[in-house]
Protein backbone atom coordinates (compact mmCIF):
# COMPACT_ATOMS: atom_id res chain seq x y z
CA UNK A 1 0.00 0.00 0.00
CA UNK A 2 1.16 3.57 -0.70
CA UNK A 3 1.82 6.47 1.83
CA UNK A 4 -0.88 8.36 -0.21
CA UNK A 5 -3.13 5.41 0.20
CA UNK A 6 -2.58 4.75 3.84
CA UNK A 7 -3.43 8.42 4.12
CA UNK A 8 -6.79 8.55 2.19
CA UNK A 9 -7.87 5.55 3.88
CA UNK A 10 -7.35 6.61 7.48
CA UNK A 11 -8.52 10.51 6.45
CA UNK A 12 -11.67 8.49 5.52
CA UNK A 13 -11.84 6.44 8.40
CA UNK A 14 -11.44 9.24 11.06
CA UNK A 15 -14.17 10.91 10.06
CA UNK A 16 -16.40 7.45 10.03
CA UNK A 17 -20.00 8.44 11.93
CA UNK A 18 -20.88 4.48 13.71
CA UNK A 19 -24.05 5.52 15.67
CA UNK A 20 -25.75 7.72 12.30
CA UNK A 21 -27.29 5.04 9.82
CA UNK A 22 -30.34 4.47 7.22
CA UNK A 23 -32.52 1.25 7.59
CA UNK A 24 -33.82 0.81 3.73
CA UNK A 25 -37.29 -1.01 4.21
CA UNK A 26 -38.09 -2.98 0.83
CA UNK A 27 -36.08 -0.08 -1.28
CA UNK A 28 -35.42 -2.65 -4.56
CA UNK A 29 -34.62 -0.41 -7.17
CA UNK A 30 -31.10 -0.92 -7.88
CA UNK A 31 -30.10 2.52 -8.85
CA UNK A 32 -31.74 3.47 -5.30
CA UNK A 33 -29.99 0.60 -3.77
CA UNK A 34 -26.68 2.13 -4.97
CA UNK A 35 -27.43 6.00 -4.58
CA UNK A 36 -28.20 5.92 -0.85
CA UNK A 37 -25.20 3.38 -0.19
CA UNK A 38 -23.16 6.39 -1.83
CA UNK A 39 -24.35 8.99 0.04
CA UNK A 40 -23.94 7.02 3.19
CA UNK A 41 -20.09 6.92 2.40
CA UNK A 42 -19.86 10.37 1.81
CA UNK A 43 -21.53 11.42 4.74
CA UNK A 44 -19.35 8.95 6.40
CA UNK A 45 -21.57 6.14 7.43
CA UNK A 46 -19.67 3.56 8.25
CA UNK A 47 -22.98 0.72 7.96
CA UNK A 48 -26.45 0.47 6.59
CA UNK A 49 -29.01 -1.58 6.99
CA UNK A 50 -31.56 -3.35 4.20
CA UNK A 51 -34.96 -4.87 5.31
CA UNK A 52 -35.53 -7.27 1.75
CA UNK A 53 -39.39 -8.23 1.89
CA UNK A 54 -39.67 -10.66 -0.79
CA UNK A 55 -36.32 -11.20 -2.62
CA UNK A 56 -32.26 -10.31 -1.64
CA UNK A 57 -30.64 -7.86 -4.43
CA UNK A 58 -27.35 -6.86 -4.09
CA UNK A 59 -26.13 -3.65 -3.35
CA UNK A 60 -23.61 -3.34 -6.33
CA UNK A 61 -22.83 -1.33 -9.17
CA UNK A 62 -24.28 1.52 -10.84
CA UNK A 63 -24.19 4.78 -8.77
CA UNK A 64 -22.63 3.20 -5.67
CA UNK A 65 -18.87 3.43 -7.73
CA UNK A 66 -17.45 1.43 -5.49
CA UNK A 67 -18.90 2.57 -2.13
CA UNK A 68 -20.09 -0.42 -0.97
CA UNK A 69 -16.29 -1.73 -0.80
CA UNK A 70 -16.61 1.10 2.53
CA UNK A 71 -20.04 0.80 3.64
CA UNK A 72 -21.02 -2.43 6.09
CA UNK A 73 -24.98 -3.61 4.62
CA UNK A 74 -26.45 -5.45 7.44
CA UNK A 75 -29.47 -7.82 6.08
CA UNK A 76 -32.19 -8.51 7.57
CA UNK A 77 -35.77 -10.54 6.49
CA UNK A 78 -38.21 -8.20 8.78
CA UNK A 79 -38.54 -4.72 9.93
CA UNK A 80 -39.32 -5.60 13.47
CA UNK A 81 -35.63 -7.63 13.58
CA UNK A 82 -34.11 -4.87 12.01
CA UNK A 83 -35.60 -1.74 14.02
CA UNK A 84 -35.21 -3.54 17.17
CA UNK A 85 -31.18 -3.89 16.33
CA UNK A 86 -30.87 -0.47 16.04
CA UNK A 87 -33.05 0.04 19.19
CA UNK A 88 -30.32 -2.69 21.10
CA UNK A 89 -27.60 -0.01 19.65
CA UNK A 90 -29.31 2.75 21.51
CA UNK A 91 -30.42 4.72 18.46
CA UNK A 92 -33.27 7.24 18.11
CA UNK A 93 -35.53 6.12 15.01
CA UNK A 94 -37.22 7.70 12.55
CA UNK A 95 -39.23 7.61 9.97
CA UNK A 96 -39.94 9.90 6.58
CA UNK A 97 -43.43 9.60 7.16
CA UNK A 98 -46.56 12.51 6.74
CA UNK A 99 -48.80 12.29 9.73
CA UNK A 100 -50.37 14.52 12.29
CA UNK A 101 -47.38 13.69 14.62
CA UNK A 102 -44.59 14.75 12.04
CA UNK A 103 -42.31 17.20 12.72
CA UNK A 104 -39.64 18.71 10.34
CA UNK A 105 -36.40 16.84 9.63
CA UNK A 106 -34.39 19.87 10.12
CA UNK A 107 -35.50 20.03 14.04
CA UNK A 108 -34.69 16.66 15.18
CA UNK A 109 -31.31 16.51 17.12
CA UNK A 110 -29.05 14.32 14.93
CA UNK A 111 -25.87 14.53 17.28
CA UNK A 112 -28.02 11.80 18.74
CA UNK A 113 -27.24 8.37 17.96
CA UNK A 114 -30.01 8.35 15.01
CA UNK A 115 -30.72 5.31 12.30
CA UNK A 116 -33.65 7.01 9.22
CA UNK A 117 -36.00 4.81 8.13
CA UNK A 118 -36.14 5.01 4.19
CA UNK A 119 -39.61 3.27 2.85
CA UNK A 120 -40.35 1.31 -0.10
CA UNK A 121 -40.81 3.14 -3.08
CA UNK A 122 -44.02 3.03 -4.47
CA UNK A 123 -45.98 2.53 -0.54
CA UNK A 124 -43.57 4.38 2.09
CA UNK A 125 -42.72 2.64 5.16
CA UNK A 126 -44.71 0.00 6.36
CA UNK A 127 -47.76 -0.35 9.39
CA UNK A 128 -44.89 -2.06 11.68
CA UNK A 129 -41.92 0.62 10.81
CA UNK A 130 -44.30 3.37 11.52
CA UNK A 131 -45.78 1.70 14.94
CA UNK A 132 -42.05 1.17 16.18
CA UNK A 133 -40.34 4.47 15.17
CA UNK A 134 -39.32 7.31 17.69
CA UNK A 135 -40.57 9.67 15.48
CA UNK A 136 -41.95 10.33 11.76
CA UNK A 137 -40.25 13.02 10.06
CA UNK A 138 -41.17 15.03 6.88
CA UNK A 139 -39.12 17.23 4.35
CA UNK A 140 -41.25 20.29 3.78
CA UNK A 141 -42.50 20.76 0.00
CA UNK A 142 -44.67 23.77 -1.78
CA UNK A 143 -44.56 22.47 -4.93
CA UNK A 144 -47.40 19.78 -6.97
CA UNK A 145 -45.10 16.75 -5.10
CA UNK A 146 -45.97 15.29 -2.14
CA UNK A 147 -43.06 12.95 -2.12
CA UNK A 148 -39.24 13.13 -3.51
CA UNK A 149 -37.36 10.35 -4.46
CA UNK A 150 -36.15 7.83 -2.22
CA UNK A 151 -32.69 8.08 -2.55
CA UNK A 152 -32.87 11.81 -2.99
CA UNK A 153 -34.75 12.13 0.39
CA UNK A 154 -31.90 10.09 2.13
CA UNK A 155 -29.21 12.86 0.96
CA UNK A 156 -31.59 15.61 2.20
CA UNK A 157 -31.76 14.30 5.51
CA UNK A 158 -28.25 12.63 6.35
CA UNK A 159 -26.77 16.06 4.89
CA UNK A 160 -28.21 17.88 7.57
CA UNK A 161 -27.25 15.36 9.95
CA UNK A 162 -23.65 16.00 8.61
CA UNK A 163 -23.95 19.48 9.31
CA UNK A 164 -25.42 19.70 12.92
CA UNK A 165 -22.64 16.68 13.64
CA UNK A 166 -19.87 19.01 11.72
CA UNK A 167 -20.97 22.02 14.37
CA UNK A 168 -20.94 19.85 17.51
CA UNK A 169 -17.40 18.41 16.25
CA UNK A 170 -18.02 15.10 15.95
CA UNK A 171 -16.18 14.84 12.51
CA UNK A 172 -13.09 15.91 14.60
CA UNK A 173 -12.44 13.04 16.43
CA UNK A 174 -12.18 9.89 15.64
CA UNK A 175 -14.87 6.85 16.86
CA UNK A 176 -14.41 3.89 14.66
CA UNK A 177 -13.62 0.56 16.53
CA UNK A 178 -9.67 -0.31 16.04
CA UNK A 179 -10.81 -3.91 14.89
CA UNK A 180 -12.85 -1.87 11.80
CA UNK A 181 -9.77 0.23 11.04
CA UNK A 182 -7.85 -2.81 10.25
CA UNK A 183 -10.17 -4.61 8.60
CA UNK A 184 -10.81 -1.90 5.99
CA UNK A 185 -7.13 -0.92 5.86
CA UNK A 186 -6.21 -4.30 4.93
CA UNK A 187 -9.12 -4.88 2.31
CA UNK A 188 -8.60 -1.32 0.61
CA UNK A 189 -4.72 -1.26 1.06
CA UNK A 190 -4.22 -4.90 0.28
CA UNK A 191 -7.52 -6.09 -1.92
CA UNK A 192 -5.47 -9.56 -3.55
CA UNK A 193 -4.60 -10.42 -0.45
CA UNK A 194 -7.82 -10.44 1.02
CA UNK A 195 -9.55 -12.11 -0.98
CA UNK A 196 -7.00 -14.97 -0.83
CA UNK A 197 -7.45 -14.82 2.94
CA UNK A 198 -11.64 -15.02 2.24
CA UNK A 199 -11.10 -17.85 -0.80
CA UNK A 200 -8.59 -19.77 1.72
CA UNK A 201 -10.04 -19.21 4.87
CA UNK A 202 -7.21 -16.99 6.97
CA UNK A 203 -7.47 -14.95 9.78
CA UNK A 204 -6.95 -10.87 8.18
CA UNK A 205 -3.24 -9.92 9.42
CA UNK A 206 -2.14 -6.68 11.38
CA UNK A 207 -1.38 -3.41 9.36
CA UNK A 208 1.14 -1.64 10.58
CA UNK A 209 1.59 2.30 10.90
CA UNK A 210 3.25 2.52 7.20
CA UNK A 211 0.25 0.65 6.10
CA UNK A 212 2.74 -2.93 5.78
CA UNK A 213 1.56 -6.23 6.65
CA UNK A 214 2.58 -7.84 9.93
CA UNK A 215 2.29 -11.67 9.82
CA UNK A 216 3.83 -14.76 10.93
CA UNK A 217 5.83 -17.37 8.81
CA UNK A 218 3.00 -20.00 8.46
CA UNK A 219 0.77 -17.04 7.42
CA UNK A 220 2.71 -16.17 4.68
CA UNK A 221 3.08 -19.90 3.75
CA UNK A 222 -0.46 -20.43 3.60
CA UNK A 223 -0.22 -17.57 1.45
CA UNK A 224 2.31 -19.71 -0.65
CA UNK A 225 4.29 -16.90 -0.89
CA UNK A 226 7.23 -15.00 1.66
CA UNK A 227 7.35 -11.63 3.16
CA UNK A 228 10.44 -10.66 1.02
CA UNK A 229 8.66 -11.68 -2.20
CA UNK A 230 5.60 -9.81 -1.59
CA UNK A 231 7.81 -6.62 -0.76
CA UNK A 232 9.46 -7.03 -3.80
CA UNK A 233 6.48 -7.21 -5.67
CA UNK A 234 4.83 -4.41 -3.28
CA UNK A 235 7.40 -2.23 -4.61
CA UNK A 236 7.69 -2.39 -8.24
Not at 50 to 65: F, H, I, L, Q
Not at 147 to 168: H, I, M, T
Not at 210 to 234: K, R
Request: with cysteine; proline share 3%.
Amino acid sequence: MTPERLKRINAMLDHRQPDLTVCMEGVHKTHNLAAVVRTADAIGISDVHAVWKNERMRVSGGSAAGSQNWVDVHNYTSTEDAIAELKRQKMQVLVTNLSDTSVDFREIDYTKPTAIVLGQEKFGASPAALELADQDIIIPMVGMVQSLNVSVANSVVLYEAQRQRKAAGMYDKASISYQRRQRFLFEGGHPIFASACKRKGLPYPEIDDDGQIVASDDWWQQMQMTQDAWQELDSE
